[in-house]
């Protein structure tokens, strides 16, 4: 058992106090939250409709405010039990509202989510008010992944793991099945292994169809011979995890096994890159060039993968293109792909955390070739 097993519950007073600390930095006084992502990360509430009102000075916890409507009166009672609570239906309005009426001063809003007319809205009803842009401020934070959230991540790729443990041993991947009936028979045994929802519409391509990176299951019937590709995660507590395996069905072909080992070689390399101080972009490089060096470079058309927690897609990126530098307690994705048009394709994706010494892998499922008979 693990030191973070056991975090039953997580320190939204902990997250908000550190937050505090990012509004200093940013010269603000307050910071209105209207990403409900981030109003659940602060708070714990997962209503359809809030927002929130974070103070910067120390000891103000008094001043936090969430707003929600009378729909989710006794949820947020429930749910966000230590803060003040407001009952508006516009939920954004009233806490700009209430700054102007407290004489705020600089009010920070998450420039990233807020459109040109939630602005202008903000600065009608916040006379007095200095709106300053404060993009990804709680972003920041959600970063790096404290020990309940791992605790979730672990339990969310667990039974996506035993999901796919129960569809192979009952036989379901076989031939003359469709994509669509695998995929939600895999999702119903996510739901029957603590999955609350699935982490994203799951993908089942069979044959030429796995030479889509996101295929989108349809009617399509499993053949002997063909590269069966699953990308599926389950959600539990708001935890997504992302793995994707590629099988073989019958006997495989020698190209298909030259492939699953190139992608298998160029995510191991991914792997092993993972470490805090290493830059995005060099993870990348790490797996990837072992598919370019290959000659397969034009066909592996995506990023090498993505962080996840609240959202499935979540920073940091991990590209070519990706920016700045690995931390310690991150949960990022390694999913190298080769796609032939027409022919097929392999992805192999695992959810990891990286930790000082080498990540740790939470999707457990073997990626040796899996020949299903």
Request: hydrophobic letters at 40%.
């Amino acid at each position: 058992m693990s030191a973070d097993h056991g975090a039953h519950r997580p320190d939204h007073a902990a997250r908000r106090a550190a937050l505090r600390d990012l509004l200093v930095e940013n010269g603000v006084d307050a910071l209105l939250v209207t990403d409900l992502v981030n109003i659940r990360y602060l708070t714990g509430f997962t209503g359809s409709n809030a927002a929130l009102l974070v103070y910067s000075w120390d000891g103000a916890e008094d001043r936090t405010v969430i707003c929600t409507d009378g729909r989710y009166a006794t949820q947020v009672a429930e749910q966000v039990p230590d803060l003040r609570a407001e009952i508006a239906r516009s939920s954004a309005r009233r806490l700009v509202e209430l700054a102007g009426e407290w004489q705020t001063g600089r009010v920070g809003f998450e420039s990233h989510v807020v459109t040109v007319d939630q602005h202008r809205s903000f600065i009608e009803w916040g006379a007095g008010l200095e709106l300053v842009r404060t993009p990804g401020l709680v972003e920041q934070l959600r970063l790096v992944k404290d020990a309940y959230e791992v605790d979730r991540l672990r339990a969310a790729c667990a039974a996506a793991d035993s999901a796919l443990a129960a569809l192979l041993e009952r036989g379901s991947l076989r031939p003359g099945r469709t994509e669509r009936q695998v995929a939600r028979e895999l999702e119903w045994l996510m739901f029957e292994r603590g999955a609350q929802a699935v982490a994203f519409e799951t993908i089942v391509a069979t044959g030429a169809n796995s030479a889509v990176p996101h295929h989108r299951p349809t009617e399509a019937v499993l053949a002997p011979g063909d590269f069966v590709k699953l990308d599926f995660g389950a959600v539990v507590d708001g935890y997504h995890s992302d793995m994707t395996r590629t099988l073989v069905l019958g006997t495989p072909s020698d190209w298909q096994r030259e492939v699953y080992e190139l992608v298998r070689e160029s995510q191991r390399a991914g792997r092993n890159a993972l470490k805090p101080g290493v830059e995005c972009k060099a993870v990348d490089a790490a797996a990837r060039s072992i598919i370019e060096a290959a000659g397969h470079g034009e066909l592996f058309v995506h990023g090498l993968g993505h962080g996840v927690g609240l959202q499935i897609h979540e920073a940091p990126g991990i590209s070519k293109t990706g920016t700045g530098t690995l931390l310690g307690g991150v949960a990022v994705t390694v999913e190298p792909g080769v796609y032939f048009p027409g022919r097929g394709g392999v992805r192999i994706e695992d959810t990891l955390v990286v930790r000082e010494g080498g990540p740790e892998l939470l999707t457990l499922t073997s990626k040796d070739l899996t020949v299903v008979d």
